[in-house]
């Protein structure tokens, strides 16, 4: 049989144990629990770096591409400037040479004129009223030449 001396020493025996394990198992849990706490606090912070440079980055690369953007639009609008600079040149240049041409087109028109005006197939001292009389047919002649022609230009 047991002693009575035996079942508490026993129980004694095994009552500190369990208080050893049980307080080997708060020891534990709560350095556990601690490792866990700082490893979600350093996540956490890690997280928090990790958004903060991508939001600087972020930015940066707004402002690289708005940057690169206006610098792109500045050169679009001088390459714009001058074409329209050539342009105008052009423009100039045709409207020089259209005004010559006009010139040149009134001088004909002119000598013409007093090519028909004055002209005469015959000499003038055959007879005066013969020559008054074809000035007359070659200046109307002229006069409709000339109409016509300013209908088809």
């Not at 940057?67 to 390459?79: A, F, Q, Y």
């Not at 100039?92 to 004129?113: C, D, H, N, P």
Request: aromatic residues 4%; glycine residues 4%.
């Amino acid at each position: 049989m047991v002693l009575k001396e035996d079942s508490e020493r026993s129980t004694y025996t095994q009552k500190v144990d369990f208080a050893k394990l049980r307080s080997e198992l708060m020891n534990s849990d709560s350095t556990e629990s601690q490792l866990t706490r700082s490893s979600h606090e350093k996540l956490t912070s890690d997280l928090a770096k990790l958004s903060s440079r991508l939001r600087d980055e972020i930015s940066r690369t707004q402002a690289s591409v708005r940057l690169d953007l206006n610098l792109e639009k500045g050169r679009i609008r001088e390459e714009a400037n001058g074409q329209e600079m050539r342009i105008k040149e052009t423009e100039a240049r045709i409207e020089q040479e259209v005004a010559g041409l006009r010139e040149r087109v009134e001088a004909v028109k002119f000598s013409t004129l007093q090519w028909l005006m004055y002209a005469t197939p015959y000499p003038l001292e055959l007879t005066p009223k013969l020559t008054v009389a074809l000035r007359g047919v070659c200046t109307g002649t002229a006069a409709l030449i000339l109409g016509a022609w300013r209908l088809l230009m």
